[in-house]
């Protein structure tokens, strides 16, 4: 998680963050991680520890926003247009 994707400003006297998509996407990797180590490493089970972390972290940010420190903002993470050349498929 990049500084520059996190921001800070103040509402009220608490600090408020904003969260962008990449950002949100990053604690959903690290938690989904985090569970698989948690749960033995188990093969095939990516898809249900990703599930699980999106849920944990969505209620985080949910629960953070109800009390008004949280603002998630989607469109402040699109990423750049890529210039030049684009990649070729490989043979």
Known sequence: M???SVQH???SS???TILDEATVR??????AYELWESRGKRHGSDVENWMEAERLIVDEIVSADRKGRTTVDFRASR??????KRPT???
């Open 2 to 4: 990049s500084a520059a």
């Open 9 to 11: 400003e103040k509402r």
């Open 14 to 16: 608490e600090a408020v």
């Open 26 to 31: 990053d604690r959903i990797a690290l938690k």
């Open 79 to 84: 990423p750049p247009k890529a210039r030049g």
């Open 89 to 91: 498929a490989m043979a």
